[in-house]
Structure formats: structure tokens, C-alpha cells
């Protein structure tokens, strides 16, 4: 079983629609997570970090539930822009790494 | 000015030859990491170092050699190259080691291989 597990996808939405993506951790110890962006050829890039409490940052919303192990992202009044993939990252301090999940991929079309 | 930069963006060599890839970050961060991604798009940590040190070696071939000189570069070197590493790879950084909480990883840019 991987560590972090999501879905691949891809969600097909329109433009205006709302999406939410789901992940899963297996390592209990985890301390941080973490949504990256990925657009296609190009590095990751932190989108947002996600904190027990849940934070929104404009369309965007992280949930964390420790007692699940278990991540979300909403997006929220989908744009062309957002198309990407979505990686789900847990920090692993105890063994100290960044853990990636295997992405989620984003089609918004017009 | 690019905050994680690798050096060359592509290469393509044929099978058993030795190649280097070179990282460098600005960032004044301590800790440096090589990451693979496969055809499938799966980003798997290879190796971590801390101020110079080695903390993670993720059971890589010993083919892969990483070598930091000073803790703002990383370099990677390949020996005996095969049809299995073609993939991306990317050099990252962070701040302090992954102890801290919240800590953000920033990326170079990737250097697509391709053995041939």
C-alpha cells in the first residue's frame, strides 16, 4: 500500500464548477501536509499547506482529518487555469521526507 | 533569479555511459533533495542531505551517487546508465531540516534523461 494514495483521475469539469479531490495517508506519525500544483512539464509548486483547523485561500479550501488520515481540496468557481495535477503531500518527519502522492489531474474546460 | 536551478534541462545518452546532473539553490536553505518521476508521473524521493550530510537514501541503486560540496549544491551522478532511468528529475530544497513543521520544498525546474 502506498503511503499517500489518491485518486489519478482526471476530473473533467466545466468552468464554474466546484471540485473536490480526497487522499489518504497511511502513517499515522505524519505531522504536515501539504497541497503541490503541477502543471504538465513543469516542476511542483506548493498551492497550500493544509492545518488541522482547515484553511481556505480564496477558491481554495484544505481540510485535514487526523483521526481518517485523511486530506481534501475543494476548488471552488473552477477556471480554464486550474487545470493541472494536484499532488497530496504528507511530511514524514520521523524519517524526514516529503511524501508525494500520485497526483490528481484537473481538465476544467470551457 | 532562479531559487533551485539544475543543470542540463535535457539530456539523452545511450546505455552504460556516466552523466551528472547539477543542482544549485540560493535560498540559504540546509536541506536538498533528488526526487525521480517515472512515466507515470509518481514523484519518489532518492535522496535527502542536511547541511551536507547524508539523511535519506532511498534504497537508489548505487549506480546513483549524490555529492553535496557545500550545502548549496547537489549534485547527482549516474554510472552505467540503463533503459530504466529515463525520467524526470528534480532537485528541491527546504529550509532547516523536515523537523519544523510547515516546511515548503521549492523545485528546480526537472532535467528530462532519456537513455537510449
Known amino acids: 500500500r502506498k503511503e499517500v494514495e489518491q485518486d489519478p483521475g482526471p476530473f473533467n469539469v466545466p468552468e464554474g464548477a466546484t471540485v473536490a479531490f480526497n487522499c489518504t495517508y497511511s502513517n499515522s506519525a505524519s505531522q504536515s501536509f501539504f497541497w503541490y500544483r503541477q502543471d504538465c512539464r513543469k516542476e511542483p509548486k506548493l498551492l497550500m499547506s493544509?492545518?488541522?483547523s482547515g484553511n481556505e485561500d480564496g477558491r481554495f479550501t484544505a481540510q485535514l482529518n487526523r483521526a481518517s488520515q485523511y486530506i481534501s481540496l475543494l476548488i471552488r468557481d473552477s477556471k480554464l487555469s486550474d487545470s493541472a495535477t494536484y499532488l497530496c503531500?504528507?511530511?514524514?518527519?520521523?524519517?524526514?521526507?516529503?511524501?508525494f502522492g500520485t497526483g490528481t489531474r484537473l481538465l476544467v474546460s470551457p | 533569479d532562479t531559487a533551485v536551478s539544475q543543470t542540463p534541462k535535457y539530456l539523452v545518452t545511450q546505455m552504460g555511459n556516466d552523466k551528472s546532473i547539477k543542482c544549485e539553490q540560493n535560498l540559504g536553505h540546509d536541506t536538498m533533495y533528488w526526487y525521480k518521476q517515472d512515466s507515470k508521473k509518481f514523484l519518489k524521493i532518492m535522496f535527502s542531505y542536511n547541511n551536507k550530510e547524508l539523511i535519506i537514501n532511498e534504497t537508489v541503486p548505487n549506480r546513483f551517487s549524490p555529492k553535496s560540496p557545500d550545502k548549496a549544491h547537489l549534485n547527482l551522478h549516474i554510472n552505467s546508465l540503463e533503459l530504466g532511468d529515463s525520467a524526470v528529475y528534480f532537485c528541491?530544497?527546504?529550509?532547516?531540516?523536515?523537523?519544523?513543521?510547515?516546511?515548503?520544498?521549492?523545485f528546480g525546474q526537472g532535467t528530462r534523461l532519456t537513455v537510449v
Open positions: 503531500v504528507v511530511l514524514n518527519t520521523g524519517f524526514q521526507k516529503l511524501v
Open positions: 528541491a530544497s527546504s529550509q532547516d531540516t523536515l523537523g519544523r513543521v510547515s516546511t515548503e520544498a521549492f
Open positions: 493544509v492545518y488541522s
